[in-house]
Nanobody, 123 residues
Framework: QVLLVESGGGLVQAGGSLRLSCAAS????????MGWFRQAPGKEREFVAG????????YYADSVKGRFTISRDNAKNTVYLQMNSLKPEDTAVFYC????????????????WGQGTQVTVSS
């Protein structure tokens, strides 16, 4: 069974940075387009960023463009989300997901999910 495990979340002040990591339990990240989603209390899960299998293409939600950077290291079976200039509205549980269509913003097109990591940004 494929498992995705997120780490790196925590509490940070507005303007600060965090780096999330998503590790796969076996060699699956290299076979999938990967994405990061987030879900705030009372809100729907929303797309944050995506990356193709080869890292040749990256995709971002408008709300994070210029502040967040997604990357992957297939040799380490790990995907990263570098988050800079964090805002209180970025507070959410962040999820890593694997799917077939790179950059898809629909959570329904992702087959594999992690358990999530909490990111809290204080004002």
């Amino acid at each position: 069974q494929v498992l995705l495990v997120e780490s790196g979340g925590g509490l940070v002040q507005a303007g600060g940075s965090l780096r999330l990591s998503c590790a796969a339990s076996r060699r699956t990240i290299s076979n999938n387009a990967m994405g990061w989603f987030r879900q705030a209390p009372g809100k729907e899960r929303e797309f944050v960023a995506g990356i193709s299998r080869s890292s040749g293409s990256t995709y971002y939600a408008d709300s994070v463009k210029g502040r967040f950077t997604i990357s992957r290291d297939n040799a380490k079976n790990t995907v990263y989300l570098q988050m800079n200039s964090l805002k209180p509205e970025d507070t959410a549980v962040f999820y890593c997901a694997g799917g077939r269509r790179p950059g898809s913003s629909s959570w329904r097109e992702y087959d594999v999910w992690g358990q999530g990591t909490q990111v809290t940004v204080s004002s």
